[in-house]
């Protein structure tokens, strides 16, 4: 942990906390606001999907902890009100779900809404702090269940179309995948496809963009399958 | 309701065998000829049937009593259970008549028609020599539609013991508005026959201007009163999940909670006990369908089976363990064995590799191949150093995806975690 601080003291993030139950916000708060020693910088807080998107407009936090459930609308509303900071050239806004629940319908949405990670409440302090920051330098944080479900979701049993290549995962991506999902760290990752870390964040990151953008037939069929839709 | 009076009834007949408990009178739903009242009263009563017919018969002729009776014991008495079930033909069988009308019920049903008719032509001789002839016909399609209808709404009540099919249901509504038709044909001619033919439009409009009248004065209370019906019904439906919700809790949660509270020194406990709960409960509300509980089954698809794995070794060891599962396939007997070591090797990463935080387990079915994985970030050892003598990872893991024709690799460093991987190519 000392050697972590030491590391992290250097750098600042500023954080929203969005989530409706208060004394969760607290727990969080006490755990990862101590910005001397972890970094964090907790800017602003809501409650409901309005209050977050005032408070994020107002404060241009760096990384936002978004609750999937939320009273008006839900995790999903915010991503979807908030697009525009997500795209800004300047200072993006980047979000991570903070969740309980690891249902994969709730999952998927917030990824495919523009979360750059998905980590779920029972999360350590440490490992949170490492997400955010993870986060804040535009990579995108998988839990091993995120991997496993988006593994799911692209695994085609049914003869592919040919005209998808964009959605399908590479070799190496999925590759990656597997090893997120078998609770590799990136560094570990990285030493045994033996690449770069840089490499696997990259893979990861591609991966996240083909889940945004992929509308096609394979996650909708899967969610279809799983009666999610 | 007569209740109190079969005692005194039924005995006077000799052949009435068993002395029946408290009956209660209902109309009998089967074998009956109109209401079911004469078959329900006889079946009350402990007498023959035909007997009850021809009692009412016998009043009928006495100025139609016969009917008003019939038709207060229609209105009056419920419907019960029919000749399906085992009481009402029970209570026919005793007597001997009864017995024997049940078998041959044809031959009853021909002379009761016969009777009725019979009783029927010398209503319409009585009612003859009364004068105008024109008013029985229309009297008589009034009588037949509501009959229809009312024996509708027995149907209606029957259908909830029989599952009726569509057609019995069509069937129903076609003779819903046979009746209605019947009725309201019986009222024209009953308006023509008595000369008011030539105002029918003027009484028509009186008519729709009356119905008009009600419906708008009684319109509102009526929707108010299907409202507050629909309302009370919610809220019932509301409570009702409510009360299964808080079943639930605190069957559960709160269980848990008092445990806590009591092992509040022992961290390993409390840590068992949130863990199972947090799972129990993350399966009551995100599953989509099954209440949670029913986790005592054996598993049939592999997912299941790796879940349940887990889920025992964590609530035994104490542990965490991480289970993601990609795809999913019914087990056969070559997974099962599968199953079985990576049980094992569960069971293996808790014991020894549990300080180190949650066990990542994964398990893959990428077409034919099913790839389990099961790592921890324990202390780890040197496989080679293992003695010979020790069984544990070398047969119940290694051997046994051996001799099923699988592979299994051990990888473990000392200080950096041990995992066990293994592979199996489905049977089928």
């Known amino acids: 942990m000392t050697e972590a601080a030491a590391e992290t003291t250097e750098r600042r993030v500023r954080v929203v906390l969005v989530d409706d139950h208060r004394m969760f916000r607290t727990g969080v708060q006490a755990e990862i606001g101590q910005t001397d020693r972890t970094g964090v910088e907790v800017v602003g807080e809501a409650a409901d999907v309005d209050q977050a998107v005032t408070v994020i407009t107002a404060t241009r936090p760096e990384v936002v902890l978004l609750d999937v459930h939320l009273p008006g609308g839900g995790g999903v509303e915010v991503l979807r009100r908030c697009a525009t900071l997500m795209a800004a050239a300047e200072n993006p806004v980047r979000f991570l779900a903070l969740s309980v629940s690891d249902a994969a319908e709730d999952v998927i949405g917030v990824i495919r809404g523009g979360a750059r990670g998905y980590v779920t409440k029972t999360i350590t302090g440490t490992d949170l702090v490492d997400s955010i920051f993870r986060v804040q330098e535009g990579d995108a944080v998988f839990s091993p269940r995120l991997a496993g479900f988006v593994l799911d979701a692209f695994a085609s049993t049914d003869a592919p179309p040919v005209d998808e290549d964009l959605d399908r995962l590479t070799q190496r991506e999925r590759e990656v995948l597997r090893l997120i999902a078998r609770g590799y760290a990136y560094k570990e990752i990285a030493k045994q496809l033996f690449i770069s870390v840089k490499t696997v964040e990259s893979h990861v990151s591609a991966v996240l963009r083909k889940l945004q953008l992929s509308n096609r037939h394979e996650l909708t069929r899967w969610a279809t399958a799983r009666r999610l839709v | ?428």
């Open chain 2, 1 to 428: 309701m007569p209740v109190a009076a079969p005692r005194s009834a039924g005995p006077s007949r000799a052949s009435v065998p068993e002395e029946q408990p408290l009956r209660k009178l209902y109309r009998s739903a089967d074998g009956r000829m109109l209401g079911g009242v004469a078959r329900g009263l006889a079946g009350h009563l402990g007498l023959p049937v035909i007997w009850v017919r021809l009692v009412f018969l016998g009043l009928f002729m006495a100025d139609g009593l016969g009917v008003l009776v019939y038709a207060v014991f229609w209105i009056v008495v419920p419907l019960g259970i029919g000749g399906r079930t085992s009481e009402p033909r029970s209570v026919f069988e005793t007597t001997p008549d009864g017995r024997r009308r049940l078998r041959k019920p044809d031959k009853g049903q021909l002379f009761a028609v016969l009777a009725l008719l019979f009783g029927a032509t010398i209503f319409i001789g009585n009612v003859d020599t009364g004068g105008n002839t024109n008013y029985v016909w229309p009297m008589l399609l009034i009588g037949a539609g509501v009959v229809l209808v009312w024996r509708q709404t027995d149907n209606a009540r029957r259908a909830r013991w029989s599952e009726v099919g569509r057609r019995r249901r069509l069937l129903q509504l076609g003779r819903a508005v046979a009746g209605v038709a019947l009725v309201g044909m019986g009222l024209t001619v009953f308006m023509v026959v008595r000369g008011s033919a030539a105002q029918l439009g003027n009484v028509l409009t009186a008519a729709v201007a009356v119905i008009a009248g009600v419906a708008l004065l009684a319109g509102p209370w009526l929707v108010r009163m299907t409202q507050d019906l629909s309302e009370e019904r919610t809220m019932r439906i509301r409570a009702q999940e409510r009360a299964e919700v808080a079943a639930h809790v605190h069957d559960s949660v709160l269980h848990t909670l008092t445990l806590i509270q009591r092992n509040a020194d022992d961290v390993g406990e409390v840590r068992r006990l949130a863990r199972a709960q947090e799972r129990e409960l993350r399966n009551w509300l995100y599953k989509p369908e099954g209440t949670g509980k029913d986790e005592d089954e054996e598993p049939d698809t592999l997912a299941e089976a790796v879940k349940k794995s887990a889920a025992e070794v964590e609530d035994k060891h104490g542990v965490p363990l991480e289970v993601v599962v990609v795809g999913d396939c019914p087990l056969d007997e070559k997974l099962t064995a599968q199953m079985q070591a990576a049980r094992e090797a569960m069971v293996n990463a808790a014991k020894y590799g549990g300080e180190g935080g949650a066990v990542q387990v994964y398990a893959e079915v990428e077409g034919r191949t099913v790839f389990v994985s099961v790592r921890d970030r324990g202390p780890g050892f040197d496989p080679d150093s293992v003695p010979q003598d020790r069984m544990g990872v070398r047969e119940s893991i290694i051997g046994r995806m051996q001799r099923h024709g699988g592979t299994a690799r051990l990888r473990s460093v000392p200080g950096g975690g041990t995992e066990v991987e293994l592979e199996m190519e489905r049977s089928e």
